[in-house]
């Protein structure tokens, strides 16, 4: 299963995961942070498939536009696999790193997926 929890798990060792499951959370987030953040990391499925409008309300503002926004399809119930090239490419348009669809993949390449993602995202900021 895909989620904060594998998120976390996924990611102890290079970062610390502040999660949040609404967009005013998020944001929240954004504003009160006390140390830079190094990279956002938001799912199809974050705060009832709102992340398109995250990621354009971040993109949007001078003070975290600069911050890497990296989307994932983590669960395949979330988005039909025929439509993952589309949302990939709005993604990509609105600013976003990269869509990973790590949805139907084996456990442990899901993992390395992911993990490759993150690290180069990380390796650019």
């Known amino acids: 299963a895909g989620g904060v929890d594998s998120f976390d798990a996924r990611l102890e060792d290079v970062l610390d995961l502040i999660p949040s499951h609404s967009r005013a ?27 398109v409008d995250f990621l354009q309300a971040v993109k949007a503002d001078a003070e975290f536009s600069h911050i ?4 994932a399809r983590v669960l395949p ?33 899901a993992n390395s997926v992911f993990r490759t993602a993150v690290d180069a995202c990380l390796a650019k900021h």
């Open 68 to 71: 890497p926004f990296l989307c």
């Open 25 to 51: 959370d998020a944001w929240l987030v954004l504003e009160q942070a006390e140390a830079d953040i190094d990279l956002i990391i938001s799912t199809i499925a974050f705060d009832d498939s709102r992340m």
């Open 77 to 109: 119930s979330i988005l039909a696999d025929h439509l993952v090239a589309h949302m990939r490419r709005v993604c990509t348009e609105l600013g976003a790193v990269d869509l990973i669809d790590v949805a139907n993949l084996p456990r442990e390449k």
